[in-house]
Structures are given as structure tokens and as C-alpha cells.
């Protein structure tokens, strides 16, 4: 398939997005997201895909939605088309997906980063939540998901003020899981991604399944939960693989079944 906006490639097991409308700043437009989104189902119905990773330039992840399909609308218009919707679509995805996270990261950008199951960060990185300054609101999960990572009291501030965050604060945080230098930021996700794909593909899945319904759970409901998954796991032929293989002292040969 033909991209306009994204570009795609694979490396090994690993599907690789790069948001690519440099002119204004990987801007997030509906074409882009409906592009972005066939990508990652693409990759996700692909049986040799492990791990995908959302890129984009080294001047900018994304500098948040495009302002000029949104400025005329009215709320009935709004509410009625639920353009925003196509941006919840990254959630149905059940493979890893790693942002890789270069320059800015703004406003939608940002809310796109932190949709995805974890962020490696470029030295270079600075996020942002802006849209006070433009008379609305983050609208693609910002204010849920930036509170539940790192508590009210800075959520608050970052969407009251809109302020910079460096890409230090935001490793302090926990935002991004790990900062590398800039030159080396897809290098580095690619090792993430590889490392991650050279598992049992079932575990993983199943892996990031617990960890993103300990959110919506209470502890006792995600134990329960977490205990029914970890039983589905044996299941597997990669379940019966890995424990042999630990046994033998060997390196276990994944068959992702």
C-alpha cells in the first residue's frame, strides 16, 4: 500500500512508522491517522511482525494535531463527526508499539506517544500539552492517561499552563522509559524491538494484555485477572519451549504458537 503522510519499512521482526509530513512538523491530520492506522493493522495481521515502532524526524515526533481541520467546527459538527475517534484506534492494536520519540512531541503528538505501550526518548526530546493557549483542551486521552502516569498535581500543571517538559523530567517521571542520544534513538528502539520480538510472540501479547488492564482494574479484580492470563499461557507450545529450555540450559526456540 501507497502512504502519503507515513512512511513504512521492517527490519526483521520489527514494523517501523515514521510520521512524515515534514512541511508542518508531522502535524497529526485525518489523513495521516487514517494512514498511520491501516499501517499498524497491517503490521498487526502480519504473522512475521513482532514489535512496531511509531517514529519521526529528528526536529519532531509530531507538533500536535492540524489546527486548520479543526478550527471552524462547531460543537453539534463536532460531536457529530467524532473526529477525534480515529485516534483511539492505536488501543486495538495487540502487538508492542513503541514510540520513538525525537525534538517536539506536542499536543496531540504528545497524546499519540502516550497511546503507545512505552516511549524511548532522544536527548533532544521536549513534550508539551499546549491547547489551553488555543482555547480547548487535550482531547485524545492526555488528561487520563498524563494523570494516571504521573499523578494529579504535575498533569495539572502541564495542562493548565502548557509548559515545556524536558526530556530529563519526563524520564524522572516516568513518561519515557528510557533517554538516548539523539543519533542513536532508532538504533536503539530497533534493539528494544528486537529483543522484544525474539520472545514468545503469545507471552507478549499476553504481557502487555495485564499490564494495560491493571489500569481500568482494582487491585483485587487485576490479580484475578492477571492469574487467568498467566493459566492461559500454558496453553502454548512456547510455554512448554521455554521452561524446557530453561531446564536444559539452553536458549529456547520460539514457535509463537
Known sequence: MTFETITTETKSAVG??????????????????????????????DDGIRCIIITGSEKAFAAGADIREM??????????????????HIGLIKKPVI???????????FE???ATDFIIAADTAKFA???????ILPGVGATQRLTKMIGKSKAMEMVLTGRMMDVMEAER?????????AAQLLTEALITAEKI??????????????????????????LKRERAIFYNCFDSSDQKEGMAAFLEKRKAEFKHS
Open 71 to 88: 478550527k471552524d467546527f462547531t460543537k453539534s459538527e463536532a460531536m457529530l463527526q467524532d473526529f477525534l475517534k480515529r485516534w483511539d
Open 173 to 181: 517521571l516516568g513518561v519515557v522509559a528510557r533517554v538516548v542520544p
Open 99 to 109: 514510540a520513538a520519540v525525537s525534538g517536539y512531541c506536542l499536543g496531540g503528538g
Open 129 to 135: 500539552l499546549p491547547e489551553v493557549t488555543l482555547g
Open 16 to 45: 517501523i512508522i515514521t510520521l512524515n509530513r515534514p512541511k508542518a512538523l508531522n502535524a497529526l491530520n485525518a489523513q495521516l491517522i487514517s494512514e498511520m492506522n491501516s499501517a499498524l493493522d497491517g503490521f498487526d495481521a
Open 112 to 114: 499519540l506517544a502516550l
Open 197 to 222: 520480538s525474539g520472545l514468545s510472540g503469545p507471552a507478549i501479547v499476553a504481557a502487555k494484555l495485564a499490564v494495560n488492564e491493571s489500569l481500568e482494574l482494582s487491585l483485587a479484580d487485576g
